[in-house]
Structure formats: C-alpha cells, structure tokens
C-alpha cells in the first residue's frame, strides 16, 4: 500500500487562469503609487525577451543594470531605470523573472507599461496572481502565502512580526513535521496490514505507533487552546460595560478621539453594540460599546442589554466604568456571568475629587479617569497595550488564521477517535483515521486538497504581488 501522501499537488487542475501549456507572462507595478520609484515586475516564458526588447540586453543574474528603456517597436526612449533579471527557478515565482525600476511619475510608470504590455502574449496580472504562481511552482506553502498578505496588511508592530515568522514558514515547518511524523506513525500501522505474515516486521507495529500519535495529539490540542495568534491578527476584543450613564459612550470616544457613539445625560442612550478598531500602543484592539446594564425599560432595551451581555461573554478583558461622583465603586466586582478579565474604571473623577475616586478594593486593576476631561487615558491606553502585548507575547503560536483552526481542529478530532478506538479498529481503519489527520493538516500547507482555497487565500492580494 502507498504510505506517501502525495507531496505536490495537481497543478494542471489549478494553473493560473488563461494558461495554455506553459503560463502566459503577467506583468505588473509592484510597488505602492505615488513614489518616486516604481517597480515593474514581469514573470513567465517571456520575461527574458522582452527584457531584451526593452532594455537591450539581458543583464546578469541578479544584478541591477542601468539602462535605456526603449519601446520595442518605436524605439522611442521611454525612461532610464534599473533592469534585473532572476532567470527561473530559483526566482521569487519559480519562473523567469524581470524587474524594472523606474521613475515613479504616472506618465512614466503608463509608458512603461503599456510598452511591455503591447508584447504579443503579455499580460496584466490579477491580484495576488506572483504569489500564486510562488505555490503553485512550490517556492512558498499556503501558510506562506497567507503570512505574505499579513505581512503586507500589518498594521501593528505586533502583527508585522507575527506575520513576518508566518511568511518566512514557520507555521508552514511546524505543521509539516507534525504531518511527517503522523505518516510515519501510519506506516508503521500499514507495514501491519502488508506484511502481516513476513517475520521481520515487529509484531508490535501498533504498539509503537500509539505513542508518537498521543504526542502529536497532545501538540494539536495544546495549539488549538492557544489563541495568541488570532489575538495578535484578529486584535484583542475589549468590551466597556457599566451602569448607565457611567460614561462608557465617552470612554470609547475618549479613547478612538471620534465621535462614534451617542453622549447624552440620559440613562439608557446606547442600544446597540458599536465596535471601533484601533491601535492601542502598536497593539490592535477592537473596543465595544454597550448598553448599561439594569432592569431594562423595554423591549430594545432589552435586547441592547442582552447584546451587551453575550458581547463581554466572548471579550478578552471587560472595562467596568464606574461613575465615581454617583457614589463609591460597588464593593465587589459586578457578577457579569462570565469570567472574563475585569478592570474597573472609575470615571468623572473631575466632578467627585481626588478622594473619591480612589476604587474599593477589587481583586483586579483599577483606573481613575475623565472620560470628559481627558485625564487618566493616557495610562489607561498604555496598560491596554501592555495588557495584548503580555497575553500575545512568547514563541510564535502556530495557529493563526480560523482556516488553521479548523484544519488542525479536523485533524485533531480524527486523532482523537483513532485513540479511543485503537484497540476495537482493526489495522486498516485505524491507518484511515491517520491518514484523514494528515489530509487535514496537508491542507494547512496545502501540499493537499487546496484547489478550492486558493482563490479565497490569493484574493486577499492587491495587483503586482
Ligand atoms: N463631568 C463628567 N461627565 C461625564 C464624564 N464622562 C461622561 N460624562 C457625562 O455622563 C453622561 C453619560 O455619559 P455617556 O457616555 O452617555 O454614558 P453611558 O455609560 O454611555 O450611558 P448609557 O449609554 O446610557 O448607558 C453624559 O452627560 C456625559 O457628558 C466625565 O468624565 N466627567
Ligand atoms: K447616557
Ligand atoms: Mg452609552
């Protein structure tokens, strides 16, 4: 029996689009608009042609040249820039690669390409269509290819680096391994089923697969309980909850220095939830604000507080905001029916004193603040930060993206029967539930089974990437 998973994937099935035999040759600029320098990039068979039309001759590999750019028919000078050639395969797509750098101007950078592009047989590329062709010829794995588009989207110091282990194949190598040993473990197991008369094979075949497939098992599930990566890439949800009139519409607007939610003296302004992104101190954070909690007065008010409740039910840490001149912070901290991390923050301290705003004595961290006045946020916005940076930080986690939980949830719950069932299944169908664990996990990398992630992943991708 085939022990080996199969190790690339059927690329005619999902060549790119337009491609006949050999792929067409895509160009695109690659760098952002409005430098004083653009990058044009070109992959395919006829890369190194029309590098030659354009520049005169083909420079040696890797290395800039200065050139004439001249249209290949007029042999009107279009520009002077810098030509590289990266002859395939060992360029960034796999295949024969040119780069032009340019000027930077609308009209230049127009020129230029529409000069490359009157070449018979070149065309624009799609959105993410040189990264595809990077997987497609085996240069990146998907996990690859999804870190690249983070790394591209980063927005946060935190994220930038997150995505940055995740495009260089960290998660990719991790998750590889585990697929590699768990196929090692089912060829032990299929050795039983194939040569269960011959001698030579260890009697006890299953007996030592069954500790290599609990520790992978134990790995699998360690990883799906750490959520450090979809904090770091999702953000940290932040939920502000409190009485009415406690002032949390103002804390949020306080805190996104916009006027997102309504203000009013009177209790029971927010209804709905009402969710800002913002960068808390190079840490991503996604902030709500809720309905007061209280005996609601009707029905939408009802359903605010309801919303409200199942809102700070999935939060990473709950704001309790206090309004401190309506009397001292209740005792204990409000039972919210979760047990979600919970910071008090006494607010209006402008109005009730220095002596009242000091919090009762919770069990948690407190904060004094004016929600109107401005005082206390700046702490308050430092030790949110401080608060996603300690609960993001450590080794890089493996699973980032809710596509690698689900693989790795798939694959650790066919782990899971195989290891209660391992003594009832015979051979065969324990090999089974081994090889849908490493199927799943295949997928993660996509060495497997992908054709219909790709567009979902490559969408994410602008034009010349
Ligand atoms: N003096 C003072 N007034 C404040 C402060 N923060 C909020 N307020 C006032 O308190 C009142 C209620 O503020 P909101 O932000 O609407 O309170 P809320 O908690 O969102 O109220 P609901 O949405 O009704 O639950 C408004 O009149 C605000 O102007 C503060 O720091 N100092
Ligand atoms: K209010
Ligand atoms: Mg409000």
């Known amino acids: ?94 295949e024969d690669m040119a780069e032009l750098q340019i000027h930077g101007g609308r009209a230049v950078v127009a020129a230029v390409l529409g000069a490359v592009l009157d070449v018979p047989g070149l065309r624009p590329a799609e959105a993410g269509e040189f990264t595809r062709r990077a997987f497609l010829n085996g240069r990146i794995d998907l996990t690859e290819a999804e870190g690249l588009a983070d790394l591209i989207g980063a927005q946060t110091e935190a994220q930038r680096r997150l995505a940055f282990a ?151 840490l709950v704001l309790w905001v206090h309004d401190v001149s309506a009397g001292p912070a209740p005792e204990a901290a409000p039972s919210l029916e979760t047990e979600r991390p919970l910071w008090l923050v006494a607010n209006k301290i402008d109005r009730a004193g220095p002596a009242a705003s000091a919090p009762a004595a919770w069990p948690v961290r407190s904060f004094a603040i004016s929600a109107a006045g401005g005082q206390g946020l700046e702490e308050l916005t430092r030790a949110l930060g401080g608060f996603i940076a300690t609960r993001a930080e450590g080794e890089h986690p493996a699973l980032i993206r809710a596509r690698h939980r689900a693989s790795a949830g798939e694959a650790d719950s066919h782990l899971t029967l195989a290891l209660e069932q391992w003594e009832r299944l015979d051979d065969e169908l324990l090999a089974e539930e081994l090889r849908l664990a490493a199927r799943a996990l295949g997928r993660m990398t996509g060495v497997i089974g992908v054709e219909d992630l790709l567009d979902v992943v490559f969408r994410e991708f602008c034009i010349g990437k």
């Open 1 to 94: 029996m085939d022990v080996q998973e199969k190790s690339a994937i059927d690329k005619s099935a999902i060549a790119p689009r337009g491609a006949s035999g050999g792929a067409d040759t895509i160009a695109a600029v690659s760098s952002g608009s409005g430098g004083a320098v653009a990058v044009l990039r070109l992959s395919g068979p006829q890369a190194g042609a029309v590098l030659v039309a354009l520049a005169g001759r083909l420079p040696e590999p890797r290395r800039a040249h200065l050139a004439r750019l001249r249209h290949p028919t007029s042999g009107e000078v279009l520009d002077q820039g810098l030509a590289l050639w990266f002859p395939g395969p060992r360029s960034a797509t796999g």
């Open 166 to 316: 995740h495009a260089f194949g960290h998660l990719g190598q991790r998750v590889e391994e585990w697929r590699r040993r768990l196929i090692r473990a089912m060829a032990l197991i299929e050795a039983g089923i194939d040569f269960a008369d011959e001698d030579d094979v260890p009697a006890g075949a299953r007996a030592l697969a069954r500790p290599e497939v609990e520790a992978l098992h134990a790995e699998l599930t360690a990883a799906l309980a750490d959520r450090r990566g979809a904090l770091v890439r999702e953000g940290a949800l932040i939920a502000i909850a409190g009485l009415p009139n406690a002032g949390k519409s103002s804390l949020i607007n306080a805190l996104a220095q916009r006027d997102i939610a309504i203000v009013s003296d009177e209790p029971g302004t927010t209804r709905d939830l009402l969710e800002v992104a913002l960068d808390l101190d190079g840490h991503k954070a996604t902030l709500v604000d809720t309905a007061g909690l209280r005996e609601a007065e009707s029905k939408v008010e009802a359903e605010g507080i309801r919303r409200a409740r199942a809102r700070m039910a999935e939060a990473d």
